[in-house]
Each structure stands twice: as structure tokens, then as C-alpha cells.
């Protein structure tokens, strides 16, 4: 612990698959989509101008037609804390977005103080895996383990 805060130097998630319904997010007024944009605790989404189609009397007076379009600005920060799945709820509009964890990417984050360099500690952290995987590997429960671990078993024995 430092300054009563409990450090976590490594975190690990799912990379998020963020989906908007967008012909649900179209019933929404400006105001909503702000105050729903703004129900995410870090800085997921955010609301982007663009130019739509213009009705015929936009068009005779020269004006185009400006649609607040709610986006994703940057699916890593979402923290899977469900708020903006809650916010949707709350306004009525269950299924308003969809978030999935994608099973075969996920973001990897290693802090330092400083004092080794987070990629050193990343190189150390293999390093001391490999020492470990020997050891299973040597063990004299190998085709056991082999077995256990499948692919990575064989890979072990560097077949």
C-alpha cells in the first residue's frame, strides 16, 4: 500500500466489442444523448456532427441538416462497470448497446513506478514463466502434465 491506496501495476481485460442500435439511438433527443454519452465514467463515447440528409426546405434555403451522432471514440477505456447499459435502462431503451469482452484479444497493461521499466518487468515476468514451465516440463509426472496441457504440453517437450 501507498498513501493508503493498494497498487495494481498489472491489469488485464477483454478487449470490449461495443455495439450501438442506432435506429434506437435515433429516438433519443440531443439532450439525452448527451446526458447518456455523459453516464460513462471514462471517455468512451462522445457525440460527433455529422451532416445528414437535408429535407427539401433546408435545402431551398441553403441549410444543411446537422445530426449529433453518438460514436465510439475509444472502446479500451471501458471498464465494464455497465453504466451506460444501466443509463439505456433508465431512459427505456433496453438494448440501446450491446458490450461483449472479444475472447481472443484483450488489453494488457503493466504500470512502473519507475524504478523498472514496465517492459523490463514484462521480459522478467516471461522469463520467470519459462523457469516455471521447465519445471512441469522436468517433473516426473511429465506425460501427465503432457496430457493435462495438451498443445502446450507438446510444446514443452519442443515437439
Known sequence: ?????LLQPVTFMYEPEI????????????????AWVESSPTKVFDLDEATGQMPVVARVRGLPKIEEKVVVVDNEAYTYDEEVIKKAEAMGKPGLIEIYGKEDSFIFTVESTGAVKASQMVLNAIEVLKQKLDAVRLSEDTVEADDQFGELGAHMRGG
Open 19 to 34: 455495439h450501438i442500435n442506432e435506429d434506437l439511438m435515433e429516438t433519443l433527443t440531443l439532450a439525452e444523448r448527451q
Open 1 to 5: 500500500m501507498q498513501n493508503g491506496h
